[in-house]
């Protein structure tokens, strides 16, 4: 069955960074767009960034443009989040998600399966 396990995650403090990976089993990896979404307490759903299955296109919405590099390796079959610059709002449970299709999207219902999600907290 499919599998997405999130790992990397953890305490930071302020300007520092973390690398978010997540494994992923039970389907074609390299066939499939992934993304990384957060949920901050108290707070809806966010797409963070997504990328294609082929690693052609990324997305990033715009409050992590320039800190954050989304990538995969298909051989692999394992999607990263690079953070850096790290700052008290990126404070959130993140998730890993599959999409149902090559390419990414910024709606629910476009993904199929989700990890367990993996905390992230910025304080100092």
């Known amino acids: 069955q499919v599998q997405l396990v999130e790992s990397g995650g953890g305490l930071a403090q302020p300007g520092g960074s973390l690398r978010l990976s997540c494994a992923a089993s039970?389907?074609?990896?390299?066939?499939?767009?992934m993304s990384w979404a957060r949920q901050a307490p108290g707070k809806g759903l966010e797409w963070v960034s997504g990328i294609a299955s082929d690693d052609s296109d990324t997305y990033y919405t715009d409050s992590v443009k320039g800190r954050f590099t989304i990538s995969r390796d298909n051989t692999k079959n394992t999607l990263y989040l690079q953070m850096n610059g790290l700052k008290s709002e990126d404070t959130a449970l993140y998730y890993c998600a599959k999409a149902r299709g090559p390419y990414y999207a910024i709606e629910d219902d476009e993904y199929d399966y989700w990890g367990q999600g993996i905390q992230v907290t910025v304080s100092s």
């Open positions: 039970g389907f074609r990896f390299s066939r499939y767009a």
